[in-house]
C-alpha cells in the first residue's frame, strides 16, 4: 500500500466519503492488489485520517463486493476468479444490450452529437496508443447511453458491475487488436442508436460485451498452456 498518499481533502464531503472514495480508486487502478491486507492503522497513517472513517470507507466497500472480510483475519482486497468475472460480464451483457435499446428509443439530438465525438476522440486515442484516454472516453460513451435510457436504477446496477472488472477492461482496452474493433463496435451501436433501431442496438450492444467477455477466456487460456 506504498502507492497511497495523504489526501487533499475536500471541504464540502465528509471525510469517510472522501477516504471511500481514494481507497475505492486506489483498488480500482490495481494501486492496491487482489488478496491485499487492508490494514486500518497503516491505512489511516497513510491517508493523513484516523481510523474511524478508515473503518467506515472498508465497510462501504464490502458492500459494494470490492473488500471481503474474514473472520479473525481482517479486511482484505477482493480477488475475483475468472468465473467471477465470466458471470458478471454475462449480466452485464444483457443489461448493456437493454440500456442500447432503451437509448434507441429515448436519446436527445444532443446526446446523438455527444456520441459522436466521444467515438471520434476513441479513434484518435487508439491512434496515439494512449491508454488512459481509451478508457476515459470507453467509460464516457457508455456512460451517455446509460443516462439516455431515463432509467437510474438500471445506470447504477451497470455501475456496479462495470467497478468490478474495471482491472481486467484496462487489459483488454490495452491491446490494440481489442481497442481498435471496439472503435468498429462503438459505430455499429451508435449508427443502430441514431437509426432508433431498438432491436439491432441492443444486439450490438450485447456482442460488445460478449466479445470482451470471449477475449478474457482465450487470453486465461494462453495464460495456462504457458
Keep these: 500500500m506504498d502507492n497511497l498518499t495523504k489526501l487533499n481533502l475536500d471541504e464540502y464531503k465528509p471525510l469517510r466519503d472522501v477516504v471511500f472514495e481514494n481507497l475505492r480508486e486506489a483498488i480500482l487502478e ?13 491505512l489511516a497513517e497513510q491517508l493523513g485520517v484516523s481510523r474511524t472513517p478508515v473503518r467506515e470507507a472498508i465497510r462501504k466497500l464490502e458492500l459494494e463486493g470490492l473488500v471481503v472480510m ?25 443489461l448493456e444490450g437493454l440500456s442500447a435499446s432503451l437509448a434507441a428509443e429515448r436519446i436527445s439530438e444532443d446526446d446523438i452529437k455527444k456520441l459522436e ?11 496515439d496508443s494512449d491508454v488512459e484516454a481509451l478508457l476515459k472516453m470507453d467509460v464516457e460513451f457508455h456512460e ?9 436504477k438500471l445506470h447504477q446496477l451497470i455501475n456496479s458491475l462495470w467497478e468490478q472488472v474495471y482491472r481486467f477492461r484496462v487489459t483488454y482496452i490495452s491491446d490494440y487488436d481489442s481497442s481498435v474493433n471496439i ?25 460488445h460485451i460478449e466479445k470482451a467477455e470471449q477475449f478474457i477466456i482465450d487470453r486465461a487460456m494462453n495464460n495456462k498452456e504457458n
Design 183 to 207: 472503435i468498429k463496435e462503438h459505430e455499429l451501436i451508435l449508427d443502430a442508436i441514431k437509426k432508433g433501431d431498438s432491436e439491432l442496438a441492443k444486439r450490438y450492444a450485447t456482442e
Design 144 to 152: 451517455c447511453i446509460f443516462k439516455a435510457t431515463n432509467n437510474k
Design 70 to 94: 474474514l473472520p479473525r483475519k481482517g479486511a482484505y482486497v477482493a480477488n475475483m476468479s475468472l468465473k467471477d468475472i465470466i458471470d458478471v460480464l454475462e449480466i452485464r451483457a444483457s
Design 117 to 127: 465525438q466521444i467515438a471520434g476522440d476513441f479513434k484518435k486515442s487508439t491512434s
Design 30 to 42: 490495481g494501486k492496491v492488489s487482489p488478496g491485499q491486507r487492508l490494514m486500518e492503522v497503516q
